[in-house]
Every structure is written in C-alpha cells, then in structure tokens.
C-alpha cells in the first residue's frame, strides 16, 4: 500500500471527483482508486476540509464557479464599495499592505534581506518568506508551495528577487505558518502586513485581490473594469495575477475566468481547487 501524506491524500480524492464528476463517484471507489480503506479516506479528508469527500465535491463543481460569476456585480459593490463596514471582506477588515517602491523589483530586490523558511500547512509543504518594508515593519512578501522539492519551490520564488540577501529560519516561519492559514486567528488589532514587491500595475491588481471576499469569485474582466481597464485588458490582468507572489494571503485563485472555468494557476490547478473548496467550507 502506497504512503501518502494527508494533503497528497486530499489532492488525489479532489481530483478523482473532477475526473469523475459526472459518474458521481461513491467513498469506496475513490478509497479503491488510492488503494486505501473507505474509513482512512474519510476520516483523512474530513479533518483536512470539515466535511465529506461527497459534500466538498459541491464546492467544486463550473456550475458553483459560475454562480459565483453571475452573482460578481453584487460581490464587486459589496467589496469595494462598503470597505471596512464589510464582514466578509476578511483581508481589507485584518491585513495590512505596505507596497514597496517598484524600484525594488526592478534592480532584482537589491539590498533587501529576506527570510525563508518552510512549514507543513492544510495545503501541503509550504515555502513563505517575510522582509522589512520602508517603514521597517516585517511582513509577508512571499508563499509558494512545495510540490517536487524545497529547492525548486525556493528558486521558484528567489528568481523574483535574485540579488536579495535570504537567511533560512524554519522555526520562525513555522510560527507564521500557524497563524496565515487560521483564518479563525486574525484579528483587526493585530493585523498581518503584506508586503508587495512588483511593478506599479502589478502591485494595483494585487491590492485589487485583496478586497474579494472569501468563498466568491470574479473574472480577469471584472478586475479589468474596477481597475478603469477596457474589457480587453483582461490578458495583462491575467498574466499580472499570474505573477502574485503570495499565494492564499493575496488571493489570486478566487479568479476565474468569464465562462466560470477554472483557468490558470501557477501552484496547479489540483491546489486551486483545494483553495476554493476549503474556502466555501470556511
């Protein structure tokens, strides 16, 4: 019998039901395709997501992305125009963002002292990395995800900022860790600072992310118009969102493309999934 972690565990059921959508899988023959017990399945996914393999799959489905879509003009008004009087827009109400000068980003991060570390969480091994704004307060300027190794995922995000200074801290950033994915622990008094390295019309569609709520969605069409773009901008929002360093904090997976589909996502569309789905049960 195959070792899985629990997140490899959550991925492959995750990806059973996709494949399987129409088929309406049952417990026992995701548990045969893993080669795993019924009872390991579920106990495993159920302590991941709060719920069954069979009820996550609803989060899952086009026909709730596109339900989200249809609902976008009241998720838009509803987020960008009630601000902080907003419960449901949990990244304006507890994350604080400090943009640093595109100058950073384009002399490659020179002069910026980064620390890394790695740290298990809900959605697998997970690289995050913090630095000091112009302010010198401390924040989070970056979260990927590990999926063939910590070396690939560290040069997948060190390429950003390659002339950086980076120092290796897991103990420090396991105790981040706890606290970024604990939704349930963020509090206005105490908000978590973001800090984003990129270019002007980077860090716009960036903070743009910010302000949409968790559980919905919009389109790259949508972010386009808020931002005073024509509808055809929607390619350079895409490729702008693609570019977001801080996956989850800075939540780029709530976009999906016009027709409810998926699109892209630079972590794999297996973990996007993931991050919708364990968002709708949030």
């Known amino acids: 019998m195959k070792k899985y972690t629990d997140y490899e565990i959550v991925v492959q059921v995750i990806d059973y039901l996709c494949e399987h959508q129409l088929d309406q899988p049952k417990l026992s023959d995701i548990a045969s395709h893993l080669g795993l017990t019924t009872g390991h399945v579920q106990k495993t996914f159920t302590q991941w997501a709060g719920v069954s393999p069979k009820d996550f799959q609803h989060y899952l489905t086009i026909h709730h992305a596109r339900k989200m879509l249809d609902e976008r003009e009241s998720i838009l008004n509803t987020s960008y125009d009630l601000g902080l009087?907003?419960?449901?827009?949990?990244?304006?109400?507890?994350?604080?963002?400090?943009?640093?000068?595109p100058g950073t980003?384009?002399?490659g991060g020179k002069g910026l002292d980064i620390i890394y570390g790695f740290a298990e969480t809900p959605f697998g091994r997970t690289l995050i990395m913090k630095t000091q704004s112009s302010n010198q307060t401390i924040g989070i300027c970056g979260i990927g995800f590990v999926d063939t190794s910590d070396e690939l995922a560290f040069?997948?995000?060190?390429?950003?900022?390659?002339?950086?200074?980076?120092?290796?801290?897991?103990?420090?950033?396991?105790?981040?860790?706890?606290l970024v994915f604990a939704p349930d622990k963020w509090a206005q008094d105490k908000p978590m600072t973001i800090i984003l390295i990129g270019s002007d019309f980077d860090v716009q569609i960036w903070q743009t992310l910010l302000k949409i709520p968790m559980g919905k969605a919009v389109s790259y069409g949508d972010i386009a118009l808020h931002i005073g773009k024509k509808t055809g901008a929607a390619r350079a929002v895409g490729s702008a969102v693609g570019?977001?360093?801080?996956?989850?904090?800075?939540?780029?997976?709530?976009?999906?493309?016009?027709?409810?589909?998926?699109?892209?996502?630079?972590?794999?569309?297996?973990?996007k999934r993931a991050?919708?789905?364990?968002e709708a049960k949030q």
């Open 243 to 271: 570019r977001n360093p801080i996956s989850f904090l800075v939540p780029c997976h709530r976009v999906l493309r016009a027709n409810g589909e998926l699109g892209g996502y630079h972590w794999g569309l297996s973990r």
């Open 85 to 101: 009087s907003s419960p449901a827009r949990l990244h304006d109400l507890f994350t604080k963002v400090e943009a640093m000068p």
């Open 275 to 278: 991050l919708i789905g364990w």
């Open 105 to 107: 980003y384009k002399n």
């Open 155 to 178: 040069e997948d995000l060190k390429r950003r900022w390659p002339d950086a200074n980076y120092k290796l801290a897991n103990d420090e950033i396991q105790q981040d860790a706890k």
